[in-house]
């Protein structure tokens, strides 16, 4: 099976930054499409970003456009999301997720990892 860990997670202030990673135990992630989601306590799972397997285009939710950059690493089998002006709305658990395929259309069947806590405070 394929397994995910993520890394990279903390404490930040408003206005700094952190990357997320994920190490992906896969041969190559060419074939895959990667997405990052989040979830705040008492609140529903949201998608992040997403990055296809296809052309390598990505999606950004309308919240975190401009501010995230998701990206991978085929040589490290490692995803990145690069996280700059945080907020404090932006902390949650925050997990990696890929598929075998080109879309982003993610769903419970397919492979994430176990979440790492990010917290945006003074």
């Known amino acids: 099976q394929v397994e995910l860990v993520e890394s990279g997670g903390g404490l930040v202030q408003p206005g700094g930054s952190l990357r997320l990673s994920c190490a992906v135990s896969?041969?190559?992630?060419?074939?895959?499409?990667i997405g990052w989601f989040r979830q705040a306590p008492q609140k529903v799972r949201e998608r992040v970003s997403c990055l296809s397997g296809a052309d390598d285009s990505t999606e950004y939710a309308a919240t975190v456009k401009g501010r995230f950059t998701i990206s991978r690493d085929n040589a490290k089998n490692t995803v990145y999301l690069q996280m700059n002006n945080l907020k404090s709305k932006d902390t949650g658990v925050y997990y990696c997720v890929v598929r075998l395929g080109y879309l982003c259309d993610f769903g419970e069947d397919d492979y994430w990892g176990q979440g790492t806590q990010v917290t945006v405070s003074s």
């Open positions: 896969v041969s190559s992630l060419d074939y895959y499409a």
